[in-house]
């Protein structure tokens, strides 16, 4: 019985200098670095360029060396993020800099939302970058957004980069401005065919000429390639440079009052950096649409080349008069071609039915007629005609006025602002004009 009294009293005093010894044991430093993330922190967007601050050294600064009595620069790059941050992907994997092999590490502090990397740069005078690809996360599993379009595009458009130096660089802080194609040419009919000036307009001058030239193609109405045998060049004009191709006779390849396309594929243009060219507010991304760039070459034959262009309608009577201003292939007005829809384009809430035809005295005027014994009083009705109506020589309806007849437009000039054209272009050639009876 004593002996158990004894075991017992030996086991208690175990368990109490444990509990006491674990209690007097080191608390843990919440400032400590560790590849954490910050705790019970979520965030629910991707984290924006505005929220990497590069403290130490500034964005275009000087790397600071921390220890004189070695060689070359010890350094150190502090950033503060604005979210917390998935330690774990701040590495050397996700985060590349300018610094001797191996001799860079990584620290991530999560409740100051800070990184700190210590390294060895040569102690040359040079630009250094350092570059954030789209394997950094936020605590929330989400990626920068580099190109600042709200989207998750991957690497390298959502990368983000800036520069930094050592010792006295010798040039200029290096470029990081994406080229950018603000214009082209020509557009429209009436394009000199024996010298024709063919462009391509971006906002900066080192945008590498040679890949525009390699990646420009014209084609014609059918789809065959022409061969430009003047090289292009890059001009100044007025803050901008143009790429431009200026052939003349007879290393023409264009043919009196033909059609051709322009065309440039961006995806695969880049300035003298490296730096991928955008199209507008497209932007830094993938998969950027062609640019194609319709025109029609003028002609000193004789004869109607103008494509068919529409005038106007006026109600009179129980009809709807509508007017061209050239002759009419009558064969191509018909109830396919023309309707009437109620309401405005395009809000229509349904669609009235007329006869659709003309009287011989309506030939001379280039008109037509729509009976309107459906339409009600007051009622607000838009007319399309569609741009398969021709003219008496074979010419589309050219509802969008560039001189050019029968297009099914430019949708992915839709998707773009201050494009020079784009008032032009972005709607098909189909007519709609609105009419109250």
Same mark, same amino acid.
Request: one cysteine or more; proline letters at 6%; a negative charge.
């Given at each position: 019985?004593k ?7 030996g086991?208690?005093?175990l &368990?109490?200098?444990?509990? /006491?010894?674990?209690?007097c ?5 919440p ?28 964005p275009?600064?000087?790397m600071?060396?921390l ?5 070359? /620069? ?11 941050m998935?330690?774990?992907?701040l590495n050397?994997?996700?985060?590349? /800099?300018?610094?001797q092999?191996?001799?860079? #590490? ?6 100051? !939302? ?19 690809k ?12 580099? @190109?600042?379009?709200?989207?998750? *595009? ?13 010792g ?21 009919g ?16 080192d945008?590498?000429?040679n890949?525009v030239?390699?990646n ?5 109405? #059918?789809? *065959?390639?022409?061969?430009?045998k003047?090289?292009?060049v890059t001009?100044?004009?007025?803050g ?5 191709f200026h ?8 043919? !009196? ?6 065309q &440039?594929?961006l995806?695969?243009?880049? +300035? ?12 830094? $991304?993938p ?7 319709p025109?029609?070459?003028?002609t ?21 008069? $509508? ?5 009419l +292939?009558?064969?191509?007005?018909n109830?396919? =071609?023309?309707k ?11 669609q009235?039915y ?8 309506d030939?001379?005027? @280039? ?12 009622q ?9 109506? !021709?003219d ?8 969008n006025g ?15 602002? @201050?494009?020079?054209y784009?008032?032009?272009? @972005? ?5 709609? +004009? =609105?009419?109250?009876?």
């Amino acid at each position: 019985m004593k002996l158990n009294r004894y075991l017992l009293l030996g086991t208690l005093l175990l &368990l109490g200098v444990g509990l /006491i010894l674990g209690g007097c044991g080191r608390k843990d430093n919440p400032f400590e670095p560790n590849n954490s993330v910050g705790q019970g922190v979520t965030e629910g967007d991707l984290l924006p360029v505005t929220g990497i601050t590069f403290v130490q050294p500034g964005p275009g600064a000087e790397m600071i060396d921390l220890d004189a009595t070695k060689a070359d /620069i010890q350094g150190e790059i502090v950033i503060l993020f604005s979210k917390y941050m998935n330690g774990a992907t701040l590495n050397r994997n996700n985060i590349t /800099i300018d610094v001797q092999n191996n001799t860079d #590490t990584f620290l991530y502090y999560p409740e100051e !939302k800070k990184l700190v990397i210590h390294g060895t740069w040569t102690a040359a005078g040079a630009w250094r970058k350092i570059v954030f690809k789209t394997g950094v996360r936020t605590a929330a599993g989400l990626p920068i957004d580099g @190109n600042k379009n709200g989207k998750a *595009d991957g690497s390298p458009y959502d990368d983000y980069m800036k520069y930094y130096y050592t010792g006295t660089p010798t040039t200029a802080e290096p470029d990081t401005t994406h080229p950018m194609l603000t214009g082209a040419g020509p557009y429209g009919g009436g394009v000199a065919w024996d010298a024709p000036l063919l462009y391509f307009v971006f906002n900066c001058q080192d945008v590498d000429t040679n890949l525009v030239k390699a990646n420009v193609t014209l084609v014609d109405s #059918t789809g *065959d390639t022409k061969t430009i045998k003047s090289g292009g060049v890059t001009v100044p004009t007025a803050g901008s440079w143009r790429v431009r191709f200026h052939p003349t006779a007879p290393d023409s390849p264009l043919v !009196k009052n033909g059609l051709y396309y322009l065309q &440039l594929n961006l995806n695969n243009v880049q +300035d003298t950096h490296a730096l991928k060219a955008t199209w507008l507010n497209y932007g830094y $991304v993938p998969n950027l649409p062609t640019i194609r760039i319709p025109f029609r070459v003028d002609t000193d034959a004789a004869g109607d080349y103008t494509p068919l262009g529409y005038s106007n309608c006026a109600v009179s009577g129980n009809e709807l008069l $509508v007017w061209f201003n050239d002759s009419l +292939d009558y064969s191509t007005i018909n109830a396919s =071609t023309i309707k009437v829809f109620k309401g405005s384009h395009p809000n229509y809430t349904g669609q009235i039915y007329g006869r659709i035809y003309h009287l011989q005295s309506d030939v001379a005027v @280039n008109q037509f007629r729509f009976t309107l014994e459906n339409a009600e009083a007051g009622q607000t009705y838009t007319l399309w005609v569609a741009r398969t109506v !021709k003219d008496n020589n074979g010419l589309y309806l050219d509802g969008n006025g560039n001189g050019i007849g029968g297009e099914a437009g430019q949708p992915d000039w839709r998707n773009i602002t @201050n494009w020079g054209y784009s008032s032009l272009s @972005n709607d098909p050639d189909d007519m709609y +004009d =609105t009419f109250t009876p």
